[in-house]
């Protein structure tokens, strides 16, 4: 029913409203925190809290250190999933992407390669030989190596991007081929070997420490900053944030969805690269499966983070937040010596109830609509 | 676009599966003559079999328009528990295969109650389900194969009727399974569902109910599936199920089940997929192709079966599309 | 028991205390067809979804077959023997003609749960024998036409041996053979003492085929009768009979001569045909027509959401070659579509974010694209008074807080930063609120002053004769008609909108 309505309906409108708020009770309350923007840094802080006393070692430097080293290279694969859960997408392909660009990282940089672990590689001979990669003690090795890896990383989420923009097809289905194909492309390459030999100013990079704040830390940090800026300051972030909210209005509005799709896509590929570069260096080599058991990790803490599945919501610091809980529930189950088996299926039940969070949240917002979306 | 041009389109993309099942066929029987062989489409069927039994599951998800990703976890967990329920605790084989089936049916039980009491999404329900599941499985059999008795792994290669007990199995539920799509009530409300879930639940029916069934089936068929194949392989190593939920959703969908809902059948569909995905598998294998290119050619034929899929729906909905327009 | 088989008492319905329906009174007469006519938004659907149990009456009673009878929920209300016939289909395409007729209820063999094809196939053919539908029971829908599709929706509905069918619309998809068809079909049902309610637009068909008429406007039954006392005059003026009170803005200026906008020629096969006008600077130029008349199409193709076959678009004279909305926002055309939740708004971003969204390359010269945030809130903030949008800081609020009328001027708004020359707006005023509506009558009428050529669709008539120098009247996907400021009539113009649409 719709037509006619008189002037009295706006003030009509605000008659819900006002009984919700007459009501101060508890469900309010935890409704407040839960669709808080701060809710998961509470939550991790918390977390630490009660752990504490259980495991004092969680405080101890040299743990702390560790969970920042996980940290950082696992934020930068979340910021490019954060793109993707914004415009309502999923890339699973990122984990294959790591391998792959570390492998392409290491074809390019590494200064001498075993012929007894590689010769079998397709690229013995032409690319690669005993005396290293294409470009083996080049002093633009390590430039062109990371150029590479990023410029590969960002063609494959490119390629992504088209089939689901341009031809329409579901996102975790094309990702989900991508992932198969470029890990198994890696795998092809290197005869699933590891390539060695990385020289040292690549290493650094993950490794090092400018003072006493390591390399990643710092240039993942740019990159999260770069990233927020992105979305907030630029027309491209507002047409990302659009196309998430309302694909038809967005196109009615004049955004380019599809250009928006793929560099989304393509943004993706590039922060998993990005990831890449600091894991390989860390590692020294160039290994095809790395990254192989991360997907739960990116998922979820993205998740967790409180960007949402359905697009249109997140924030580069709520990844932050979500990578930094994550990080620090599994180290806890790590401190309590628990095998990876048993840690997976924490992971998978962590994904899931962030999954649940997800709905909720977007319910308790939806409630809010719902009175004048009656009367529409 | 003339209306001749279009039909031929429209028949060319509801054809696909028979039209690849001809060209694979032809292809491989030139690179290598072996192909032909009765042996060949015998071991073709064999060990297609399991994997059939999970596309079985498969094809009633999608045609929800739902996925199931968890259906490799599931067959490792399911056959993982009673491989050691044999092995430790002696319990006789029967039993065990129940728990595993069992076992099988409460692990899809579980992504039903999350996709349809929670309403998470269901690729990101078994995703989780699939990573959980393999946990669980590697933490009871402290992630080494348990090695099943010659009772069980010997019937893999009994045979009834002149065929390996695999394929009967696979028959029967295939048979059972078609039956249920045409002739029962819920078989053709699931294809309704598929098609309009909005119109579904107008005209009053129980979406929730069907939707909680397929991917009861679904883990059900994994379960038996698990079993089927271990009775050919004879031990649950930590790999077992791995990815097989890319080649039962591959083999869906190269038979025609569409991953947006409410196209699809178990026969022909579903077992020519099946077939085409071992075929090309095997066909690799005759052709003596590298062993690393085979992944990537799998892949390939997964990406051809997705793109059709979607090509086929858009031509679909455009020409649906102008058929509201035309009347207006 | 009395002559009726369904009674209204009283009912009034309030959505949030704005009245959708008031005081109604109807009588259905058993075996009888009560032709049930109005305005879009007349309450015609309100009052079929309390008679279809959709939603409750706030206050009123009904009685059914002599029995007070209160649904609760679509079920029970078949269950009493009323069913539906829809103008949007609900028939799931890739499932048989039988199936989709029992798709609730298949008859099964014995007590098991197999479908008895036997039993579907004989009592799927005497349906659709009885509706004289020449078709086998097992052809899948989606290789039907539209008209026998519909024919299928109520072979479907006679399935559940109802008393009483309410036909909403049911003609807006089928060609006229089809239309004589089921008209031929009716009338056997009501000889089979089945009683129907008819809702049309078309109201020739109306005063042929049924025995009541009941006219609904606002709410309200403004006129009733037995048919033979209706005129479609009669029927036409108490459908919009209103007087313009001081509803619309005075117009501040006059057109001019040079053209704005021309269309030549468009056409794209089953939505518009043929379709040439020309939109003058500081023009208000006004297209009626009903629902499915092809109105909303125009706009999309202009606008370049969808794709044309033949004909041209010239903005200015020049020719557009490539039709996209990014190509006509740069050529400065605004539209306003007719449905803002799902193409207007993002509904939970902030106001702010809707209104720039269209105009931020122009807020943003740098090569990095950076948006000028403190020049395009102010631009937004003097938008935003200038609209009198009534909300809070532009910056948090969203528009799912918003009215209606808010929200549409916040759509309004985001083609305005744009500064458009070409304004196309698409059922500006539906589901606001009087005063609302006056503003937005005032911006359009600004725009025309300023030079800018406006495009204003409606389905209501008064709007346009309020608003408007010059009327087109769209029927089938062609312009039939053409009325100039001096010519307005609103019995005239509804009439040839309606009218055309019985003749082919």
């Not at chain 2, 690179?31 to 071991?43: A, D, I, M, T, V």
């Not at chain 3, 706030?58 to 007070?68: A, P």
């Amino acid at each position: 029913m719709s037509a006619r309505k008189n002037p009295m309906d706006t003030k009509l409108q605000e008659n819900p409203e006002k009984r919700m708020f007459r009501i101060p009770d508890l469900r309010q309350g935890i409704k407040r925190i839960m669709v808080s923007e701060y809710f998961v840094l509470y939550l991790s802080i918390l977390w630490f809290i009660v752990m504490l006393p259980v495991i004092p070692n969680i405080a101890s430097s040299r743990n702390l250190n560790n969970i920042f080293d996980f940290i950082w290279p696992l934020l930068a694969v979340c910021v490019g999933q954060t793109l993707v859960l914004l415009i309502a997408g999923i890339d699973l392909s990122q984990i294959s992407v790591i391998g792959m660009t570390s492998v392409i990282g290491a074809l390019f940089m590494s200064n001498r390669i075993d012929p007894n672990v590689l010769s079998d590689s397709p690229l013995w001979g032409t690319v690669i030989s005993e005396n290293g990669g294409i470009m083996a003690n080049s002093m633009w090795a390590v430039p062109v190596g990371i150029l590479m890896m990023l410029l590969v990383g960002s063609l494959i989420g490119l390629i992504n991007g088209y089939f689901i923009a341009k031809l329409k097809m579901p996102p975790f289905m094309v990702t989900l081929v991508t992932q198969l194909f470029v890990y198994n492309l890696a795998i092809f390459l290197t005869k699933s070997n590891n390539i060695i030999g990385i020289p040292k100013a690549f290493t650094e990079i993950g490794k090092g420490k400018i003072g006493f704040i390591p390399v990643a830390m710092i240039i993942t940090i740019v990159l999260c900053v770069l990233s927020q800026l992105l979305l907030s300051k630029t027309v491209l972030g507002k047409w990302i944030y659009a196309v998430g909210s309302n694909v038809k209005a967005s196109v009615v509005s004049g955004v380019p969805r599809d250009g928006v799709i793929m560099f989304v896509y393509a943004f993706s590929g590039f922060c998993a690269a990005f990831a890449s570069v600091i894991y390989s260096g860390r590692l020294e080599m160039g290994r095809p499966t790395l990254g192989q058991t991360l997907l739960m990790d990116i998922v979820g803490a993205t998740i967790i983070g409180g960007t949402s599945m359905f697009g249109g919501k997140g924030k580069v610091l709520w990844t932050f937040f979500g990578v930094l809980f994550f990080v620090l529930l599994t180290n806890v189950l790590n401190l309590f010596n628990l095998d990876t088996f048993t840690i997976n299926i924490v992971k998978g039940l962590i994904i899931l109830l962030a999954a649940l969070f997800d709905v909720i949240r977007t319910k308790i917002q939806a409630n809010d609509t719902k009175v004048e979306k009656a009367g529409a | 676009m003339s209306k001749t041009a279009i039909k031929f389109k429209l028949a060319i993309l509801k054809n696909t599966p028979f039209i690849l099942f001809v060209c694979i066929f032809i292809i491989f029987g030139i690179l290598s003559p072996k192909f032909f062989q009765y042996e060949n489409f015998e071991n073709i069927a064999t060990s297609a079999s399991y994997i059939g039994i999970v596309t079985v599951g498969m094809t009633f998800v999608l045609l929800t328009a739902g996925i199931d990703l968890s259906v490799g976890s599931n067959m490792f967990l399911s056959a993982s528990i009673a491989g050691l329920l044999i092995r430790d605790l002696n319990a006789p084989i029967w039993l065990a295969l129940l728990c595993a089936v069992l076992v099988g049916t409460l692990y899809g039980g579980i992504n039903a109650f999350f996709i349809v009491k929670l309403r998470i999404l269901p690729f990101l329900v078994t995703l989780s389900t699939l990573v959980a599941g393999r946990g669980l499985g590697l933490l009871i059999t402290k992630s080494q194969g348990v090695t099943l008795p010659e009772s069980i792994s010997n019937w893999g290669a009994v045979r009834v009727v002149g065929l390996p007990v695999p394929i009967i199995i696979y028959a029967v539920i295939a048979l059972i399974a078609h039956l249920f799509l045409k002739f029962f009530p819920m078989g053709r409300q699931i294809y309704a569902i598929g098609n309009d879930p909005e119109a579904a639940k107008k005209a009053g029916l129980n979406t929730d109910r069907s939707i909680a069934f397929v991917y009861i089936i679904s883990g059900l068929l994994a379960a038996i599936a698990g079993i089927v194949s271990v009775s050919q392989m004879g031990i649950v190593n930590a790999g077992f199920g791995d990815g097989d939920e890319f080649d039962a959703i591959a083999a869906a969908v190269l038979g025609g089940t569409s991953l947006f809902g409410g196209i699809g059948t178990i026969f022909p569909g579903a077992v020519i997929g099946t077939i085409l995905i071992q075929m090309v598998q095997a066909g690799l294998v005759y052709t003596q192709v590298d062993m690393y290119i085979q992944p990537l050619i799998q892949a390939a034929v997964i990406f051809v079966a997705v793109f059709l899929d979607s090509i086929r729906s858009r031509e679909i909905s455009k020409i649906e599309k102008r058929h509201i327009r035309v009347e207006n | 028991m009395s002559e009726y088989i369904l009674q209204l008492k009283n009912i009034s319905k309030y959505f949030f205390g704005v009245p959708a329906l008031k005081n109604i009174n109807l009588e259905l007469r058993k075996g009888k067809m009560l032709g049930l006519i109005g305005e879009n938004g007349a309450g015609k659907s309100t009052m079929m979804n309390i008679i279809g149990g959709v939603i409750k009456a706030d206050e009123g009673s009904m009685v059914l077959k002599g029995e007070e009878y209160q649904p609760d929920g679509p079920g029970e209300a078949t269950d009493a023997g009323i069913t539906f016939i829809h103008q949007e289909l609900n028939l799931f395409t890739n499932l048989s003609i039988e199936e989709n007729i029992y798709i609730s209820s298949f008859p099964t063999i014995g007590r098991l749960p197999v479908i008895s094809k036997g039993a579907i196939r004989t009592k799927t053919r005497e349906l659709l024998d009885s509706i004289d539908l020449k078709l086998s029971p097992d052809i899948l829908v989606e290789k039907l036409s539209p008209g026998e599709r519909q024919l299928v929706e109520i072979a479907k509905a006679l399935s559940s041996k109802p008393d009483i069918i309410i036909f909403d619309e049911p003609t807006t998809s089928l060609t006229a053979r089809e239309t004589k068809k089921l008209f031929e079909l009716i009338n056997k049902l009501r000889d089979q003492g089945i009683s129907m309610i008819y809702i049309s637009h078309i109201l020739d068909d109306v005063l042929n085929l049924v025995d009541d008429i009941v006219v609904l406007k606002d709410g309200e039954v403004t006129d009733k009768g037995a048919k033979q006392d209706f005129s479609i005059q009669r029927m036409v003026s108490s459908m919009v009979g209103r007087d313009l009170e001081q509803m619309y803005p005075e117009r501040t200026s006059k057109p001019s001569n040079e053209v704005v906008l021309e269309v030549s020629n468009l056409s794209q096969s089953g939505t518009i045909h043929d379709v040439s006008f020309k939109l003058h600077k500081g023009e208000i130029l006004g297209v009626f027509g009903l629902m499915g008349s092809g109105r909303t199409e125009m706009a999309r193709i202009i606008f370049g959401l969808d794709p044309y076959e033949s004909g041209e678009i010239a903005v200015d004279g020049k020719k557009i070659t490539k039709s996209s909305p990014q190509n006509s926002i740069r050529n400065r055309i605004a539209f306003v579509t007719e449905n803002r939740r799902e193409e207007g708004l993002l509904m939970h971003s902030t106001i702010l974010d809707n209104i720039q969204l269209v105009s931020l390359r122009e807020y943003a010269k740098t090569i990095l694209k950076i948006v000028d945030s403190k020049k395009v809130t102010e631009s937004i903030k003097d938008v935003v008074k200038m609209l009198k949008v009534k909300s809070g800081p532009v910056e948090k609020t969203a528009p799912k807080s918003l009215s209606g009328g808010n929200q549409q001027k916040v759509v309004i708004g985001k083609w305005v930063m744009a500064k458009p020359k070409i304004f196309m707006v698409d059922e500006p005023t539906r589901g606001i609120d009087v005063g609302a509506k006056y503003e937005v009558y005032t911006i359009l009428n600004q725009f025309a002053s300023e030079g800018s050529g406006v495009l204003i669709i409606s389905s209501e008539i008064e709007e346009l004769i309020g608003v408007c120098d010059r009327i087109l009247v769209m029927s089938k996907g062609e312009i039939v008609g053409e009325f100039s400021a001096s010519e307005f009539d609103k019995e005239r113009i509804v009439g040839s909108a309606f009218r055309q649409n019985v003749r082919c």
